[in-house]
């Protein structure tokens, strides 16, 4: 009797949690995502009017996305540079902490860029058999002399803002973006009607990318569905797709724990003059938290309160550098971004240039720094990085079937960041830190 009372609270308590498991997102995302693949190997070639259904939905999907790219880029670069006039008012201060977020972002986006090259599991498999020709890309890669190509660069950046906007044309959207944003914060007080404007404005986008979001896993399985068909599927490795997400995911997670372990401990020792010890100690509960939340925002809070507690670090510090960082230092971004556009180009059977690969670095980078620290925020960056090279825009449907997990840690690691520049900028601006209480 005891036993059969139980199975049946089991059966019970299985019966309430089921519906709360089917409404988690990245729960349907995988399902739609098997059952896509799935799909399209069982039906083969006799997909027939369902494979034109399944078409149409990916192509509605991918438009809605392309939709909002440019305003979201546009204003999220300005929302973020205007709010933050303390970079050009505070010289020094701002200065440092530019030269450390760009100069971290920099190398995290060149390991991952030298990983992905000296490991690449996933070429073990064919790569897409028939790759969506775009016409998008920044520049033409075969672009002749580096004096030609930086003046594609430039004629692309300095350019029309409603023509930027207009062609998608992303460093040009960037650029005028970053004029505009530091011109609102040197000529306009911090509470201006202007940049609550663009604050009232990116709320809007962020609405409607909710909306579009929630239509993800509809969109994820014609995508797969439809990518699936077209793909040189051999009679052995019918699952490849998922063997090559496997590798790559896995590639993330060992190169963003090399930058986490080595490379910003380190920084922490010989440039903020920190022990590795006492770091570590101090980083323990921000990183935790940035784990389970997925945002450098929402874990603000609890990192301004432990480097202030546990590194000693000057309040007149860290109230700029780590709001300053939640919003524009992402370490783990920048290296997800170019690992994940070699591997789609890989995918796509695009092969990438010295020219198309130093674009990667470049955007890869700038699309970080734009990045909102909110959870999954770097998709909308891997756009600007995948429109940058015409890689397809379907290929972000493919990382959104890993993208979840790789999101808290990338997040732990812009966090871990974000301290480690407040340590170092401590230090190079002379303020001394506080004996750590034994």
């Not at 840690?409 to 407040?422: H, K, Q, S, Y």
């Not at 001394?432 to 209480?437: A, C, F, G, L, S």
């Given at each position: 009797?005891?036993?059969?009372?139980?199975?049946?609270?089991?059966?019970?308590?299985?019966?309430?949690?089921?519906?709360?498991?089917?409404?988690?997102?990245?729960?349907?995302?995988?399902?739609?995502?098997?059952?896509?693949?799935?799909?399209?190997?069982?039906?083969?070639?006799?997909?027939?009017?369902?494979?034109?259904?399944?078409?149409?939905?990916?192509?509605?999907?991918?438009?809605?996305?392309?939709?909002?790219?440019?305003?979201?880029?546009?204003?999220?670069?300005?929302g973020g540079i205007a709010?933050?006039?303390?970079?050009?008012?505070?010289?020094?201060?701002?200065?440092?902490?530019?030269?450390?977020?760009?100069?971290?972002?920099?190398?995290?986006?060149?390991?991952?860029?030298?990983?992905?090259?000296?490991?690449?599991?996933?070429?073990?498999?064919?790569?897409?058999?028939?790759?969506?020709?775009?016409?998008?890309?920044?520049?033409?890669?075969?672009?002749?002399?580096?004096?030609?190509?930086?003046?594609?660069?430039?004629?692309?950046?300095?350019?029309?803002?409603?023509?930027?906007?207009?062609?998608?044309?992303?460093?040009?959207?960037?650029?005028?973006?970053?004029?505009?944003?530091?011109?609102?914060?040197?000529?306009?007080?911090?509470?201006?009607?202007?940049?609550?404007?663009?604050?009232?404005?990116?709320?809007?986008?962020?609405?409607?990318?909710?909306?579009?979001?929630?239509?993800?896993?509809?969109?994820?399985?014609?995508?797969?569905?439809?990518?699936?068909?077209?793909?040189?599927?051999?009679?052995?490795?019918?699952?490849?797709?998922?063997?090559?997400?496997?590798?790559?995911?896995?590639?993330?997670?060992?190169?963003?724990?090399?930058?986490?372990?080595?490379?910003?401990?380190?920084?922490?020792?010989?440039?903020?003059?920190?022990?590795?010890?006492?770091?570590?100690?101090?980083?323990?509960?921000?990183?935790?938290?940035?784990?389970?939340?997925?945002?450098?925002?929402?874990?603000?809070?609890?990192?301004?309160?432990?480097?202030?507690?546990?590194?000693?670090?000057?309040?007149?510090?860290?109230?700029?550098?780590?709001?300053?960082?939640?919003?524009?230092?992402?370490?783990?971004?920048?290296?997800?971004?170019?690992?994940?556009?070699?591997?789609?180009?890989?995918?796509?059977?695009?092969?990438?240039?010295?020219?198309?690969?130093?674009?990667?670095?470049?955007?890869a980078m700038v699309a970080?720094?734009?990045?909102?620290?909110?959870?999954?925020?770097?998709?909308?960056?891997?756009?600007?990085?995948?429109?940058?090279?015409?890689?397809?825009?379907?290929?972000?449907?493919?990382?959104?079937?890993?993208?979840?997990?790789?999101?808290?840690?990338?997040?732990?690691?812009?966090?871990?960041?974000?301290?480690?520049?407040?340590?170092?900028?401590?230090?190079?601006?002379?303020?001394?830190?506080?004996?750590?209480?034994?």
């Open positions: 009797m005891p036993g059969l009372l139980r199975l049946r609270a089991s059966f019970k308590l299985g019966v309430s949690v089921f519906p709360a498991i089917m409404r988690n997102l990245t729960v349907q995302v995988l399902l739609a995502a098997g059952l896509g693949v799935g799909l399209a190997l069982a039906l083969g070639d006799g997909a027939g009017q369902f494979g034109a259904l399944a078409g149409l939905v990916k192509v509605v999907f991918l438009d809605a996305l392309r939709m909002l790219i440019a305003p979201l880029i546009f204003f999220s670069l300005i709010a933050i006039g303390n970079v050009v008012r505070l010289k020094t201060l701002g200065a440092a902490t530019m030269a450390y977020y760009l100069g971290t972002t920099g190398i995290a986006a060149v390991l991952g860029l030298i990983g992905v090259f000296l490991i690449h599991p996933w070429t073990a498999y064919p790569p897409h058999a028939a790759p969506v020709e775009t016409s998008l890309a920044l520049i033409d890669p075969s672009s002749g002399s580096l004096l030609a190509i930086l003046q594609g660069l430039l004629r692309s950046a300095f350019t029309n803002p409603f023509s930027a906007l207009a062609d998608l044309n992303v460093l040009g959207i960037v650029a005028n973006a970053f004029l505009i944003g530091i011109a609102i914060a040197v000529v306009l007080p911090p509470d201006n009607l202007l940049t609550r404007a663009v604050d009232e404005i990116n709320k809007v986008l962020a609405r409607v990318l909710g909306w579009i979001i929630l239509l993800l896993p509809v969109g994820i399985f014609a995508i797969l569905f439809d990518f699936t068909q077209r793909m040189a599927l051999g009679d052995s490795h019918p699952g490849h797709l998922l063997a090559q997400l496997g590798s790559f995911a896995a590639l993330v997670v060992a190169l963003t724990l090399i930058h986490g372990t080595l490379v910003l401990p380190a920084l922490a020792r010989f440039l903020g003059g920190v022990g590795i010890a006492e770091f570590i100690r101090g980083i323990a509960r921000p990183m935790l938290v940035a784990l389970s939340t997925s945002s450098s925002l929402a874990t603000l809070p609890v990192t301004m309160r432990a480097a202030e507690d546990n590194l000693q670090i000057d309040p007149s510090v860290t109230s700029f550098v780590l709001p300053l960082g939640a919003t524009m230092n992402m370490d783990g971004t920048a290296l997800f971004e170019a690992v994940g556009a070699v591997f789609l180009a890989y995918l796509f059977g695009i092969d990438l240039s010295a020219v198309t690969i130093f674009i990667i670095f470049l955007m970080s720094i734009g990045a909102p620290g909110m959870p999954s925020a770097s998709m909308a960056g891997m756009q600007m990085v995948l429109l940058a090279v015409g890689i397809p825009l379907e290929g972000i449907a493919i990382l959104l079937i890993v993208e979840r997990p790789l999101d808290t840690i990338r997040t732990a690691l812009n966090v871990e960041g974000d301290m480690t520049g407040a340590a170092i900028v401590t230090r190079i601006m002379g303020i001394r830190r506080k004996p750590v209480p034994a």
